[in-house]
């Protein structure tokens, strides 16, 4: 199917799925049997004493769950320069930058081809089954999409986050092509270095090719939302640019500038048109459709952290459908999202038996303190919730995912996932990804800042704040004395600056997420919050004071803002 790239037959990918869905038992068995016949001189699997066996049974004999942490130590030799087959048969010569962190450290990924292969299947898998029912014609796609810059490991291996590593991909392209998906902007401006001037680019090469235009995406809902509200902001230097033919100033960058200036040309025609059509909005309404007039649907994840943005993202769509994108994360694809009618908060996404060998551990409540058994593709029930265990072709061996998904029916015989949480999960806002044990390295750090004044901190929570716009992190402090304003301003930028998630310090660099907020509270705050939870019958022996207060909890949220005594704002970005 990935061969031949330009002569993509939909009907043909439909019918492939159609017919592997239906036997998913069958075609997880082979893959597994694939992933372990290509691997099996691995060090890891050879350790655990696998002995060439690519049985289920013998597999699961052998090869215990893992996590990251498991593995740190094979990945890290991989990105030291360590070519022996490690993880996999063939030498791993890419690593993915996971956005999660571990012990305060950024998650390496090894990534390889086989990647990419899943990730070509899974774009035309739910682009057949989209263009059904949304055909789109020869044109572009608006996509803000943005490549971070790559970098050199100790061993010499190209590292970069998942999605840059398919950007660059030579596939990539071809497939894009092969769905009339080409984006509107040049590569010099998805691989420029400033994000702002990428941003602006990519809104000024929409409005060149704004008949083309037969969808907008986004890797994210949120860099969807991010972009149309920096048009509101810039339309008219926009209109500037179209109508003298000349590129604003604010770009810098000469390639960018390069490539640009091929493109542009004056038009006062369609600058006009551009301030007509904005003018006759209100409130923005509707703005993705009125300077686009021949877009389908408005693409993206929109599941999960990204559901917050759906009111401003259907705002500006006005009667666009949105399309929420597939599933998966840094260390491989899921499912693909074969029902593209349903509403984003109602997404789900059938798994591709093929790509991966996948595993479920129940987590409803099991007996005792052992952990559920987990079971096959085929094996998991209708209204159940699970935690993933995935085995893939790049060298993880039934590593635990960490997301939570229920099992909202069946596709065939694949399961269709609704994704639910992200069990380990703590702080998220649209990319970022910090947990209890991040959000406790960043107070320990900042509490270092108090014990020289011979203070610490009682106790502390956190609360993500989306009434502002954009949304910020609130943390919570209740402190043993008084501190100087000072010094707790000092404190607030080190919590800020400690949150070394690489979705975070992008998203505060360009203001997609606020700056972080410190709010001091009054002395037996957190006693007030034990009260209430033993008050609604909760024992003092398994309290365990929430770290993250969301607002569902709106008692203990209340109690924490009716009991704050200062606030500070970091200015660390």
Known sequence: MLEKMAEINLDRVIEDFEAMTKDAGVVQRETLRKILEENG???????????????????????????????????????????????????????SLSSGTTQGKPKYVPFNDELVDSTMQIYCTSFAFRNREYPIGCGKALQFVYSSRQFKTKGGLNAGTATTNVFRSSQYKSTMRAMQSQCCSPDEVIFGPDFHQSLYCHLLCGLLFWEEVQFVSSTFAHSIVHAFRTFELVVGELCADIQTGVLTSRITDPSIREAISKLLTPDSQLADLIHEKCSGLINWYGLIPALFPNAKYIYGIMTGSMEPYLGKLRHYAGEL????????SSEGWIGANVNPKLPPEQATFAVLPNIGYFEFIPLKEAGGDAEPTPVGLTEVEVGEEYEIVITNFAGLYRYRLGDAVKVAGFHNGTPELRFVYRRNLLLTINIDKNTEKDLQLAVESAAKVLAEEKLEVVDFTSHVDLSTEPGHYVIFWEINGEARGDVLKDCCNVLDRSFIDAGYMSSRKVNAIGPLELRVLRRGTFQQILDHYLGMGAAVSQFKTPRCVGPSNSTVLQILCSNVVENYFSSAF
């Open 321 to 328: 459908p949105l399309v929420s994108a597939d599933y998966g």
């Open 41 to 95: 001189n691995a060090e890891y699997l050879t350790s655990l004493g696998l002995g060439g066996r690519t049985d289920i049974q013998s597999f699961k004999d052998h090869v215990p769950m893992v996590t990251h942490r498991d593995l740190e130590h094979y990945i890290q030799r991989i990105a030291d320069g360590d070519s022996s087959p490690i993880l996999t048969g063939k030498p791993i010569t890419i690593i």
